[in-house]
């Protein structure tokens, strides 16, 4: 019987002044069709396969952000910066 054990990738997404970003898209580069989004008190998670992913965060006036993390690491802490252009 093989098994696929699931783990969870689990965060928060902050700004510079370490307010809440909540409703960003939070995507995984490598899954197709693997993403969610940040709920109200600025958290998010995904259920995936054990392993080390390239995230990628959009939010409305916030610059991309992209960065690698692994379903070992416990939460990820991501902070945004607003885009001074928009």
């Given at each position: 019987m093989l098994c696929n054990a699931q783990s969870s990738l689990t965060g928060v997404i902050l700004d510079q002044n370490s307010n809440p970003?909540?409703?960003a898209s939070i995507q995984i580069l490598?899954?197709?069709n693997r993403e969610t989004v940040s709920d109200?008190?600025?958290?998010?998670n995904l259920e995936i396969l054990p392993?080390?992913?390239t995230l990628k965060v959009v939010y409305k006036e916030i610059v991309p952000v992209y960065l690698r993390?692994?379903?070992l690491g416990g939460v990820v802490n991501i902070i945004c910066f607003h885009d001074q252009n928009l």
């Open positions: 970003v909540p409703e490598e899954l197709k109200f008190d600025d958290k998010f392993g080390s992913y993390a692994d379903t």
